[in-house]
């Protein structure tokens, strides 16, 4: 058990980086099980591939902004041929995440791919519209490229830690300021914490399907009560009253957690 401040962070792409992806993710693991008891922070992943679900009556990319990116702390990037499907305003979904969150003074690591394409898989009309926004953002974000899926890997290894020690040194002014457990719980985290206190394991899943979203076992499709779950969860492993597993969707009731259980 430890405390510890839980950071979103964003992996956008257009859907020709799979390999990237996982890269991308497994790097983010394996930050947070060798360092974020030590560290105090947690790194959660989120994307499209991982937290979306539909919603009808909205344009795809609103919905996916609603539910993912207002909730990003860092946006990690990757590109190779393709950069998209347009948007309403953007010349693709992963674009105007990466413009969107910009705009709202937060920081965007990007990474564009030399990796060797086939000729059938070239795209002419993706690609200009790639080196278009690729020259945009030159001037505008950090900005990286690779050529091999190793030289990928070492280069993520690397920047996570440059993201963690920025995290750090929020964490470290927060902490000076307020203490992590504290404050009057809300009624989704009064709620959440005693769905987990009746459950034989005091655990609590939150996941994440074609559907909507599940708490243990109870699909929630409302996008306001998704929001406020994710607020809450999010308030209460910051308040150490609940900490995540590894990959963000699985949690348990610290000894704080047990303590404010007994209140309710």
């Known amino acids: 058990m430890f405390n510890a401040n839980c950071y979103n962070i964003m992996i956008a792409s257009p859907s020709d980086v799979v390999d990237e992806r996982k890269i991308i993710k497994k790097a983010i693991y394996r930050w947070n099980e060798i ?11 989120s994307g499209w591939d991982i937290n979306a679900h539909p919603d009808s ?97 070492s280069i993520i290894n690397d920047d996570i830690q440059l993201i963690s020690n920025e995290l750090e040194s929020s964490s470290q002014a927060q902490s000076v300021n307020r203490p ?27 996941v994440s399907t074609f559907g909507g979203k599940y708490i243990n076992g109870t699909i929630v499709q409302d996008m306001r009560q998704i929001a ?16 995540p597993n590894r990959d963000g969707n699985i949690f348990s009731l610290t000894a704080d957690g047990f303590d404010a259980c007994e209140s309710l």
């Open 35 to 45: 360092n974020s008891k030590t560290r105090k922070i947690v790194l959660l992943v």
């Open 57 to 153: 009556g909205t344009h795809p990319q609103t919905s996916l902004n609603q539910q993912i990116l207002k909730e990003a702390d860092f946006i990690i990037a990757v590109f190779w041929n393709k950069i998209g499907t347009p948007t309403e305003e953007y010349p693709s979904g992963s674009v105007e995440e990466i413009m969107r969150h910009m705009e709202e003074g937060k920081k965007a690591f990007i990474y564009f791919s030399n990796l060797p394409i086939r000729r059938n898989q070239i795209d002419e009309e993706q690609s200009k519209k790639l080196d278009a926004f690729k020259e945009k953002i030159r001037k505008q974000a950090f900005y990286k490229e690779f050529s091999t899926l190793e030289e990928l890997k």
């Open 180 to 206: 992590i457990n504290s404050g009057k719980l809300s009624d989704y985290e009064t709620q959440l914490l005693k769905l987990m206190n009746e459950k034989k394991d005091h655990s609590l899943q939150w």
């Open 228 to 243: 406020e779950y994710e607020r809450a969860l999010k308030s209460l492993v910051r308040k150490n009253l609940i900490k």
